[in-house]
């Protein structure tokens, strides 16, 4: 009697969710290139304050959010293989330029070379600091512009090579690429620049992302198109199609068009940047015009309460995540006086960074869910989100029990960071459940955008807190100055997530799709 034995599924999709997590390491890279050499390599040669440091890295935050909007739009309408390609190189293009600004800014000024820029002296100091912070802030434009493509990308690659109850786990391994890249770059970048001088260091850096193309040239295949994705693969790949064919066959005309966007809807890009810069040098208060300006196109979007779910939980949490990733440092210097070239305050970075690696395993949780419960992936993801929420409340004990010991502090914010990235993972998921595949890059640009909306606004408002508890030596649950301050952030960063979360419950508490 002959048997016929089933073949043996290939997992070619591990090898492209493995191509996304170098992609996002090499973004992380590239972004922390500058904050890792300003202080010591590049202010001195420019006569930087912190406030040109501060107008350089806003400037790029707000540029980045803006970019997911568009990138995710841009990523829909060209495809992963294409935007994928435009996206690093940009980036990686915006990344080497800075190396430049050293001989752009001399040329400019009609001086001789890095000499003359670092001998100067009096008013002509100011000029040259003005100066080189606008030709930093024309690359890091480009380097946002570049970068913002790589997570609403990353997500419709999943979403293309991934069924909906396992997209949790390979977005967070994915998503590790950030905390991978944030623990290499201290390492090496300040080597880099130590040895062969800060412009080598974006150079070299920055050619990592053109070496990945080469490799994403030859690598990515849709699914259906790969010859090493096999039959078996591919119908674990598409498990979901029956569902999502039934949904489509449910639509009306109208619904088809719900989610259409607007024409022209880079005019208003251009338009929203330009009055974004210049709303940052005039006044805060015309930010919102800028933002008004950029989410025209998208108002169809926002008509949908899985949009706003999905926007209004990125905003109360992401920022979370950036205050860890900006403000560590100093909180360690600020509050224990270990600066951060100590080996110590070195090791407690490196620590934290490698407890946020166990987020992992917080994206493979959803998954747990569904198989042992059979529930539908979304309220199986739900569940799994609740959980992430509790772990972030223990840093309402991090000021605390900092007076016994500095490790401990650090071993809390590490655990919340995990959580972080755990929960960002799955939100991202969200977005390619509730929204169809042509959908998840657009839905995801939107999600960057309120991350980096919440990124600004959580570094700005601690960084006036700080000036403001040092200054008047403010008090809060027995801490007093700048620990204070540190001490209600923290309050916030604990119950962002429960609020985010119960955000989601209320918009969306069943799984409901948008019809596309």
């Known amino acids: 009697m002959n048997q016929t034995n089933p073949e043996r599924m290939t997992k070619y999709r591990w090898v492209i969710c493995g191509m996304l997590f170098l992609a996002t390491t090499i973004n992380y890279m590239d972004r922390q290139v500058l904050s890792l050499t300003w202080k010591d390599f590049i202010a001195p040669e420019f006569h930087w304050t912190d406030a040109d440091y501060g107008k350089i890295a806003a400037i790029f935050s707000l540029v980045y959010a803006i970019g997911n909007l568009f990138s995710g739009r841009f990523m829909d309408w060209i495809g992963t293989k294409k935007g994928y390609l435009w996206a690093i190189g940009i980036w990686s293009l915006g990344a080497c330029m800075h190396a430049f600004c050293g001989v752009a800014t001399a040329s400019w000024l009609g001086l001789e070379g890095k000499e003359e820029l670092i001998n100067a002296v009096g008013t002509s100091t100011a000029v040259i600091a003005s100066v080189s912070a606008w030709f930093f802030i024309v690359c890091r434009i480009v380097l946002g512009l570049g970068e913002s493509g790589n997570f609403p990308c990353a997500i419709k690659v999943t979403a293309e090579y991934f069924p909906k109850k ?138 949908f309460p899985q949009t706003w779910a999905i926007f209004l939980a990125k905003l ?168 204070a301050g540190y001490f209600i952030i923290f309050c916030y960063c604990a119950i962002a997530y429960i609020i985010g979360w119960t955000i989601l419950k209320i918009l969306v508490p069943k799984y409901k799709a948008v019809k596309a």
């Open 166 to 303: 396992d997209r949790a786990f390979p977005t967070s391994i994915f998503n590790s690429g950030s905390t991978i890249g944030a623990l290499i770059a201290p390492i090496c970048i300040p080597l880099i620049a130590k040895f062969y001088g800060w412009e080598m260091a974006f150079i070299i850096i920055g050619a990592l992302g053109f070496i990945w193309i080469g490799f994403w040239i030859f690598i990515y295949k849709k699914p259906e198109e790969c010859k090493k994705v096999n039959a078996a693969e591919l119908a674990y790949i598409h498990q979901d199609d029956e569902e999502e064919e039934k949904e489509t066959a449910q639509e009306t005309t109208t619904e088809k068009s719900s989610i259409s966007m607007l024409p022209h809807s880079w005019i208003y890009f251009v338009l929203g940047i330009l009055v974004l810069i210049g709303s940052f040098l005039i006044s805060p208060w015309l930010i919102i015009l800028s933002f008004i300006l950029l989410n025209l196109p998208f108002w169809n979007f926002y008509k």
């Open 316 to 483: 109360a949490t992401d920022g979370v995540w950036w205050f860890f990733l900006f403000w560590t440092p100093a909180y360690i210097s600020d509050v224990y006086g270990l600066k951060s070239d100590n080996p110590t305050a070195m090791m407690l970075i490196f620590v934290l960074y490698a407890i946020t690696m166990l987020s992992i395993y917080g994206g493979k949780l959803p998954t747990i869910i569904v198989n042992k419960t059979g529930q539908h992936p979304y309220d199986a993801r739900l569940k799994a989100m609740f959980i992430f929420t509790l772990f972030p409340l223990l840093t309402l004990f991090a000021q605390p029990l900092g007076t016994f010991t500095y490790w401990l502090p650090i071993i809390l914010i590490g655990l919340a960071g995990a959580a972080h990235q755990s929960w960002s993972a799955n939100l991202f998921s969200v977005g390619s459940d509730l929204f169809p595949k042509k959908a998840v890059g657009t839905m995801t640009g939107i999600n960057g955008m309120a991350g980096g909306i919440s990124s600004f606004l959580i570094n700005w408002g601690s960084g006036n807190l700080f000036d403001y508890a040092d200054q008047t030596q403010m008090s809060f649950m027995g801490f007093q100055g700048k620990p």
